[in-house]
């Protein structure tokens, strides 16, 4: 029973134009999401979240949008830059007793 | 030293070994984790200790046995592991309360690489 999935194992985006991942998940119980980045060779690093009481949380080049009725968010990254080429990790989580959920992952390649 | 480190970053190992990954962070965190990457596969939760005592054991086989003698280290114990159990272990840590959630943000170490033989 797969809670979260992100439906693109790849993406690829020219550099200056807009990314977007999308993650889709099944859980209406869960209180957040949080993004987290990964280059090859190195742990998940986190990027950005959102609680689910907002619909939209911006820091910089990084925006996510959430929309609880369709159970849907994505991460908008713009413009994109060839060090945004990474595997992107959707994952929501729970406060009470919840643990956080990795989705599949997408590789974004941002070609120059 | 900073952040989680983990040791040793590759691993290459027979079926009939026993050997130990170390994970140790430096961030003042109370709760620490074991993940498994496998190749096409989500990150998948193997253990969660909190304040040393172990609060979530997802249904992993006895031949992997976690230790945390304190809030900065944690250990993996590999023992008669099989092929299907190569892959990259991730080891994380974060407050446990507080923060995005109840487990907070997680600060992962750069993985061991474990091959089974």
């Known amino acids: 029973d797969q809670q979260v999935k992100q439906n693109s194992p790849s993406l690829s985006v020219q550099e200056g134009r807009i990314s977007i991942l999308n993650c889709d998940y099944t859980?209406?119980?869960?209180?957040?999401f949080l993004w987290y980045k990964k280059y090859p060779a190195e742990g998940p690093t986190f990027l950005i979240s959102?609680?689910?009481?907002?619909d939209k949380n911006e820091d910089g080049r990084f925006t996510v949008f959430l929309n609880k009725s369709a159970k849907h968010l994505s991460l908008h990254i713009v413009p994109s830059q060839p060090g945004d080429s990474a595997v992107y990790f959707c994952?929501?989580?729970?406060?009470?007793?919840?643990?956080?959920?990795f989705g599949q992952g997408t590789e974004l390649s941002v070609k120059p | 030293e900073t952040g989680v480190t983990q040791t040793p970053r590759h691993l290459v190992m027979g079926m009939t070994n026993k050997k130990s990954l170390k994970c140790e962070q430096h961030?003042?965190?109370?709760?620490m984790y074991w993940y498994k990457q496998s190749a096409k596969k989500p990150l998948e939760l193997m253990f969660v200790?909190?304040?040393?005592?172990?609060?979530e054991n997802n249904s992993v086989p006895s031949r992997f046995s976690p230790e945390c003698p304190n809030s900065s280290h944690l250990f993996l114990h590999l023992h008669t592991l099989q092929p299907e159990d190569s892959a990259l272990y991730l080891c994380?840590?974060?407050?446990?309360?507080?923060?995005?959630?109840?487990?907070?943000?997680?600060?992962f170490g750069e993985g061991s690489r474990l091959t089974v033989l």
């Open positions: 961030l003042g965190h109370n709760a």
């Open positions: 959102i609680s689910s009481i907002k």
């Open positions: 200790y909190s304040l040393e005592e172990r609060v």
């Open positions: 994380a840590s974060s407050q446990a309360a507080g923060g995005t959630g109840r487990y907070g943000e997680l600060f």
């Open positions: 994952v929501p989580g729970e406060n009470q007793g919840g643990k956080l959920i």
């Open positions: 859980n209406s119980m869960f209180d957040y």
